[in-house]
């Protein structure tokens, strides 16, 4: 079945979004996938024609941990239902890669959702719909710049600060940023915004 012009382009800013999350994660990705033009995506992964979203997966490892993996999936089908979710956890059972994302074309059917609900018991699957994914939202004038801090320095703020996780001003994981990141329950990020006063400041939330 053939693919039009504008599924293409949604699709190759789909797949440049996910490039620069990895990235920002500290996940090793190719320059080439950062930097890539929409026609070099084309010439790549296909035209109209033979371009297939099951052709755009994507596996990478951190830089400092090359056997934490990752693996993103652009299921086919329109409405990702049980089978689709239970087949990506299959191979990630059998290539023992324990995260993923799944871009998806519309919502999960809700046995879908459930489905991965019980695989997160053991696996760690996100979900992003292809339409959340054509514009970069960290990349947004009024976005500040957010560092997800590591289990040290998240250690050396509490520590320096004399103050309890559950003290700091809190994030949620759902929130849109803190998804990008793939915050995690106990995380801490710190958010840098310009001042009046000052160059930049610093705030710290923690995310529930």
Known sequence: ???????????????????????????????????????QFIQKFGDNVHLKRDDLLILCNKGDAPTDQIYVFFPAEQKVGVPMVRNCAKRMKADNIFNAILVVQKALTAPAKAAIGEINSYFHMEVFEEAELLTNITEHMFVPKHTVLKDQEKKELLEKYRVKETQLPRILVSDPVARYYGMKHGQVVKITRESKTADTYDTYRYAV
């Open 1 to 39: 079945m053939s693919v039009s012009e504008e599924q293409i382009t949604k699709l190759f800013k789909a797949r440049r979004t996910v490039v620069q999350m990895l990235w920002d994660r500290g996940y090793s990705v190719d320059d080439s996938d950062i930097k890539m033009t929409r026609q």
